[in-house]
């Protein structure tokens, strides 16, 4: 790749016939993610994404709804935004196809094809399906039911127009033949040289207005519509100037990635390439077919409803740990089952135990014993040394798995080192060399701490933007930073002062995930005796004055600082707002009955007391995350409890 070209990338365009779910939500954070790792290589970046706004699905879920199809699709475009804003997508462009910028390219296109003889029209017989907008022949149906979405097809003949597909096949093998990281990962390149073993047939480009006419337009024949692929898949070209700007798209185009899920593989792989080999344009440089996230009951799907809403993750966990979690957890290519009680173990030993507690062991210790300042030395400890070499091999591993798209490989070299730092701090007891007064291998201990939590927290930050800096600011130094490309060990500054660390991960603990560790260690799982019977057998500790709570148990309740971020009514609920509110370490959803005192406007900024570990509790269908305290006034009003001086977000209240 020249220096002059934008690293490119691109999402699918999201279908707005439903709001999106985790799987949408894990397209787009790939592509956020590869972007900001490309950015901090010091590259320049173009990210699309956007929506796919025709077809029938589209014309009919707007029907349904009692709206035009325009008015339906500018609600959800509305919901998917909010969506990648919440998720903190960098996107640098979002495309819509209803857009005149997009409906200009996909006619001169069209025009192009059919002057060049690579349109025609025919008469077509075969079996339709609606949900999925694809026809079928008579071999793929035997039971007369869509191979994809498993529902009803019917027969349909009618005249249509047909783009000449099978003229590129033997084209398009050779080209996947000669460049073997073209489609990535390799079972999705043998799956699709595998399909182009049978004859490849032409494409069906077209529906008659008199069954659909949502959708543009052919300039050549206005009684049709385009085929919602032919339309959604130019998106890629028309975003970045294509014909009309050329210099623009020369600069931008081939793509370096289109990300997508595999299920739309051969609409990438086989349709978009012949498409772009018809006109004359170079193919994109890599396509990547990442898997599902499934569930109990198998992939999830807006149809069969088994969806999960990211929103109540990021609104339960925090942002950084719901982008963490995905992944680490799926091996990017592979199908990955998602389950709450894996997300809570994963949280809890990946980000608790390992990368949160190496600055809640060392930087209090450092404080202490070194008055926050890291005094950089040369190593000599075995230790030492092994880690600065550990840490160089980790970064060109770390770097290979990146350019690769290999997610979830990156974050494991990560994790090796965030792992043998902790098992460094076991191994050189810092507490024993403060004991002693051994300076300075206390120094040369605290210093390759410090270090390796600078070199992780930079490695990680396209994966966690928002947690990751603050480990570099409590380590003091989030005002030197170096991109990714000039990283190297030993770039703390001698002299460097933390602050005060602050819990960034605090542990998700239940009853039940602890079960579920032990049961995961093959223990017997016994249910913990009623803790009131242990109160019965010492009733001389029970105070005397009933109603009165010990110190002890007061203490259970964590109360912290909140800032109010989102306020909005919850429908048919004359008393409820819904709040999206933000505790330092995550943003939080809960709901407050305090609409009949409080304007959702007049919310927005202001810092409230809330009750942090609340069980999480469903009000009107929305999952409640904690709740805020407020106070009755003279008047019959409500008043809410707010610091009389700007504090903290996320700081305990004591």
Avoid at 193 to 203: I, K
Avoid at 370 to 397: C, N, T, W
Avoid at 415 to 422: A, T
């Amino acid at each position: 790749m020249s220096a002059e070209k934008s690293f490119y990338v691109t999402t699918p365009l999201y279908y707005a016939n439903d709001e999106l779910h985790i799987g949408h939500a894990f397209s787009t954070l790939s592509a956020d993610i590869i972007s900001r790792y490309n950015r901090s290589m010091g590259r320049s970046v173009h990210f699309l994404t956007g929506s796919d706004e025709h077809g029938q699905k589209v014309e009919q879920a707007a029907k349904a709804r009692g709206l035009t199809p325009i008015e339906h699709t500018d609600s959800l475009v509305g919901k998917f935004k909010s969506l990648w804003e919440l998720l903190d997508i960098t996107y640098d462009d979002f495309i819509r196809t209803t857009e005149d910028r997009h409906k200009k390219v996909v006619c001169y296109a069209l025009n192009e094809l059919w002057k060049k003889g690579d349109i025609y029209e025919a008469e077509y017989s075969g079996w339709y399906c609606t949900p999925c907008e694809r026809f079928w022949t008579e071999k793929e149906v035997p039971d007369k039911m869509c191979p994809d979405c498993k529902r009803a097809v019917q027969e349909i003949s009618e005249k249509n127009y047909f783009f000449k597909m099978s003229k590129y096949q033997q084209q398009l093998i050779d080209h996947i033949n000669a460049n073997p990281g073209f489609i990535r990962p390799e079972n999705r390149r043998n799956e699709v040289l595998g399909f182009l073993r049978q004859p490849l047939g032409d494409l069906c480009i077209s529906r008659p207005k008199s069954r659909l006419s949502w959708g543009i337009e052919l300039p050549f024949a206005t009684d049709y519509v385009t085929y919602v692929w032919f339309d959604a898949l130019t998106n890629y070209i028309s975003a970045v100037g294509y014909p009309f700007d050329m210099e623009k798209f020369n600069r931008i185009w081939p793509a370096s990635c289109h990300l997508f899920c595999k299920d739309i593989l051969t609409t990438h792989a086989v349709y978009w390439t012949t498409m772009l080999m018809a006109l004359g344009l170079k193919l994109p440089e890599c396509i990547f077919a990442h898997g599902w996230w499934v569930t109990g009951e198998g992939k999830m799907s807006k149809s069969v409803g088994n969806i999960i809403n990211p929103r109540e993750l990021v609104a339960r966990y925090g942002l950084d740990p719901f982008r963490f979690y995905l992944f680490r957890e799926m091996v990017f290519g592979m199908d990955a089952t998602y389950t709450e009680d894996n997300f809570v173990l994963r949280y809890n030993a990946d980000l608790a135990n390992d990368y949160g507690n190496l600055c809640q062991r060392m930087l209090p210790m450092l404080i202490k014993n070194r008055e926050g300042q890291f005094h950089k030395v040369a190593p000599k400890l075995p230790q030492s040394i092994e880690i600065a070499e550990m840490a160089g091999a980790i970064k060109k591993d770390y770097t290979t798995a990146m350019e690769n798209f290999l997610f979830h490989e990156a974050l494991k070299r990560i994790w090796d080192l965030i792992q043998r730092l902790n098992k460094y701090v076991d191994e050189t007891a810092p507490w024993k060399l403060a004991k002693e007064q051994n300076w300075a291998t206390l120094d040369e201990v605290f210093y390759t701490i410090g270090e390796g939590i600078r070199f992780v927290s930079l490695l990680v930050e396209p994966f966690m933007p928002h947690l990751a800096p603050e480990f570099l600011r409590q380590i003091g130094c989030h005002n030197d930073r170096v991109s990714l490309d000039k990283l190297a060990w030993g770039q703390l500054a001698d002299g460097t002062r933390c602050t005060e660390p602050a819990p960034m991960f605090p542990r998700l603990e239940t009853e039940r995930i602890q079960n579920l560790k032990k049961g995961s260690k093959g223990e017997k799982v016994e249910k913990a005796p009623a803790k009131t019977k242990e109160v019965a057998a010492k009733p001389a500790e029970i105070s005397a004055e009933e109603g009165l709570v010990s110190f002890d148990d007061f203490l259970k309740t964590e109360l912290c600082i909140a800032r109010i971020e989102t306020a909005e009514k919850v429908e048919n609920a004359d008393k409820l707002l819904k709040l999206t509110v933000n505790t330092g370490d995550e943003t939080r959803t809960l709901v407050a009955g305090i609409a009949a005192f409080y304007k959702p406007e007049e919310l927005l900024g202001r810092q409230v007391v809330m009750v942090k570990n609340l069980k999480p509790a469903k009000i009107r269908g929305i999952v409640s995350h904690g709740m805020i305290l407020a106070a009755a006034t003279e008047d019959g009003g409500l008043a809410l409890v707010s610091p009389d001086k700007p504090a903290k977000t996320g700081i305990r209240v004591k």
